[in-house]
């Protein structure tokens, strides 16, 4: 593949810094099972950017506030349905998936939902530097975030009851929580699609899992692994010619696969 | 009273009747009280009431605050036992942790457990025995190790009222001693308020003030040990309607 230098950087500098968000992320998503957030977070946004192109308003900026606002209803609504947020995760996404088709359906043309479309897929190699900067936000924040409430973030992901026993109020960082990975699968979006979202929130921590009991190490092991799985996806997709996203996707399972066959976890005699 | 309820009724979600039915009912200070009655009496909704976790009616108090209102500080200086409380053996938490967290809401938002908070949270797991399961993961302890640890969690707290749901559920028989002396030294030397949810009549602590006997909601006797045990209400709450 031939591309010039500037833009192999910013892909190879966007893929990083989604694969660290997302992650990073993705350690709530697998500990409370979440895992429906991709998908309906991608059709939310789906769904936004129809409706920008049905309206003629940008369609990034209606996919990433269709998403936000998707995100923050979702922890009410759990709480008021006392519903599992993944069921709600999948009540959402059969409503997003409609909304989208319902104003695509507005504005007919093939041009119009394939721009669409693109919201879903997102292109690695189209990363802009403010896409890169809007990345890099996102992650600054996290961090920020997950530092200052590291404490009750860590008690819910054990158990909301023993957390509220121990004198925490849940509800606020329960909303955040979902709210935040909500809003991580919004901005990634654009850069490297659902799919790879889905990818990198998932198998980077199922591999640290493999590693350690210990949800701290967990925390910090998966962007590590999560820049590795991009990190070697991009450089075997140059070697090999092959799609940026896959290569990156097929990585990040085949660390997984290692983890899993060299885990302590399932030696005898071993302590860990 | 440090613990005060009045004609409360507590509704769970979509039912259509109160589950608690106008329990009126006050522990003092230092009080050692054992909650007893049948399954789905209403004892772990008793406990919730108390610990204000649960929606109700009438007037729940606990050092003199509406325990619905001010749950969240209040539950500070509670230590609740969840009723059998186990963890998948693939939960990736530590006992160590598990142990400090019970002092997270005392810590306060925004700060970092210091060094007074491990040493809390050690002292509580050498005091329920369990300190040498200190690096283990939670998920891979015996039923009754998971109980202790639970104990010491809520130690960590250093609580001044102890909720216990069924402490002794797991435990072997020499365990049930030793554990039951620990409460009992706990109780008396921190001037604690207790309140225990048991059923084996041979687990009510010598030191026990009263027995509060539930049935399908209410409070249907608040007596001595001595005069309960041996009473008709205590013998007919059990008996087949
Ligand atoms: N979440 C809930 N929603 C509706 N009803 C509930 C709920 N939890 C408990 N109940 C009902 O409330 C009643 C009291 O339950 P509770 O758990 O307080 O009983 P208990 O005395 O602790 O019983 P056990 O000895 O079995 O622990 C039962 O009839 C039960 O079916
Ligand atoms: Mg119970």
Known sequence: ?272 | MLIRLENVHTFYDGERNSTLKDITLSIGTGEMVCVMGPNGAGKTTLLETINGILPSTGRVEVFGRDARKHGHDIRKYIGYMLQAKTFPEDTPYLVRDVVLMGRFGKIGILRRPGRDDWNAAREAARFMEVDHLWDRPIGKLSGGQTQRVLLARLLAKRPRILLLDEPYSNLDCRAVEEVSKKICTLHTRNELTTIMVIHDTAHVPEICDRIILLKDGRLIGDAHPDDMLFSRTFRDAFAEA
């Open chain 1, 1 to 272: 593949m031939m591309l010039p230098p500037s833009m192999v950087m910013n892909t190879i500098i966007g893929a990083s810094l989604a694969a660290v968000v997302c992650s990073m992320i993705g350690v709530f998503i697998v500990r409370m099972n979440l895992s429906s957030m991709g998908f309906c977070m991608s059709h939310a946004a789906f769904a936004g950017a129809a409706l920008g192109l049905a309206i003629s308003r940008d369609p990034f900026v209606l996919a990433l506030g269709m998403a936000t606002a998707v995100a923050l209803v979702l922890g009410p609504v759990a709480d008021k349905a006392r519903l599992q947020a993944d069921v709600v995760l999948g009540t959402m996404f059969s409503l997003t998936m409609a909304l989208a088709l319902l104003f695509l359906s507005i504005v007919p043309g093939s041009v119009v939902s394939s721009t669409a479309l693109s919201v879903l897929w997102g292109s690695v190699l189209g990363i802009t530097t403010t896409d890169l900067i809007r990345l890099l936000v996102l992650m600054l924040a996290l961090l920020v975030v997950i530092f200052l409430f590291y404490k009750e973030f860590f008690a819910i992901m054990l158990d909301r009851k023993l957390a509220e026993e121990s004198g925490i109020n849940t509800k606020p960082f329960y909303y955040a929580i979902l709210f935040l990975c909500g809003v991580t699968v919004s901005v990634s979006l654009k850069l490297i699609g659902g799919l790879l979202i889905f990818a990198l929130m998932v198998n980077p921590v199922s591999a640290a899992y493999q590693f350690s009991h210990d949800m701290k190490c967990i925390m910090l092991i998966s962007p590590i692994i999560g820049l590795a799985s991009s990190i070697s996806g991009i450089a075997a997709s140059l070697y090999f010619d092959i799609p940026v996203g896959s290569s990156i996707a097929i990585m990040s399972v085949a660390i997984f696969l290692v983890s899993v066959s060299l885990s302590p976890k399932r030696r005898r005699g071993q302590r860990c």
